[in-house]
């Protein structure tokens, strides 16, 4: 049963333009989404996270919105860069609800390549 | 403060043998959590420790794997009578309490 579904394996965009990742979640018990960037032999790399309270956060040219009644939420990237070009990951957590630290569950990534 | 530091980065096992993945957390914290993703795969939750203690293994398959984080030491997961099924990267991750979790470069394990 996929909890967190990325359903775009991978994501083609030109430099400079904006980059959309999608993910979607069914446990309505999550409360805290992540992304995590990958680059191939590396381990995950914590990018940009955000809570139920909010529908956005945003860190520098990294914006993760949350629509919480469609159970959805979207990393943009904009002006993309070659040097994001890896496997973003999605994941979530009941963590705010329990008070602490909680596994992430995550989706199975998108492959995001950015053109020259 | 150096990262999750994740040893051997490399293992290679024959079938039966076992396989023993370290991993030390970022100082301070004081969860860790193991993942494994086989290829073309996500990464799938195997267990969450801390000090001494298992809070959640639900991810671990029942039979040949254990999962220890001792008061001394860095945390072990341990495949016994390994399979080629278990050829996988195996990552480990660390937070504190209240934080976010950051992973290590992970130990890609090959069952030859």
């Known amino acids: 049963d996929q909890q967190v579904k990325q359903n775009s394996p991978s994501l083609s965009v030109q430099e400079g333009r904006i980059s959309i990742l999608n993910c979607d979640y069914t446990?309505?018990?999550?409360?805290?989404f992540l992304w995590y960037k990958k680059y191939p032999a590396e381990g995950p790399t914590f990018l940009i996270s955000?809570?139920?309270?909010?529908d956005k956060n945003e860190d520098g040219r990294f914006t993760v919105f949350l629509n919480k009644s469609a159970k959805h939420l979207s990393l943009h990237i904009v002006p993309s860069q070659p040097g994001d070009s890896a496997v973003y990951f999605c994941?979530?957590?009941?963590?705010?609800?329990?008070?602490?630290?909680?596994?992430?569950?995550f989706g199975k990534g998108t492959k995001l390549t950015v053109n020259p | 403060n150096a990262g999750v530091m994740q040893n051997p980065r490399h293992l290679v096992r024959r079938r039966g043998q076992e396989a023993r993945l370290r991993c030390s957390p970022m100082?301070?914290?004081?969860?860790v959590y193991w993942y494994r993703q086989l290829p073309e795969e996500g990464l799938k939750f195997m267990v969450y420790?801390?000090?001494?203690?298992?809070?959640?293994e639900s991810g671990m398959p029942k039979e040949r794997f254990s999962a220890e984080f001792p008061k001394e030491g860095p945390s072990i997961l341990r495949i016994q009578q390994v399979v080629r099924g278990d050829s996988a990267a195996y990552f480990c991750?660390?937070?504190?309490?209240?934080?976010?979790?950051?992973f290590g470069q992970g130990t890609r394990l090959t069952v030859v």
């Open positions: 100082k301070g914290h004081s969860h």
């Open positions: 994941a979530a957590s009941g963590r705010i609800r329990r008070g602490g630290s909680e596994k992430l569950v």
């Open positions: 991750a660390s937070s504190p309490q209240v934080g976010e979790a950051f």
């Open positions: 446990n309505s018990m999550f409360d805290y």
């Open positions: 420790l801390q000090k001494e203690n298992i809070i959640d």
């Open positions: 955000i809570s139920s309270i909010k």
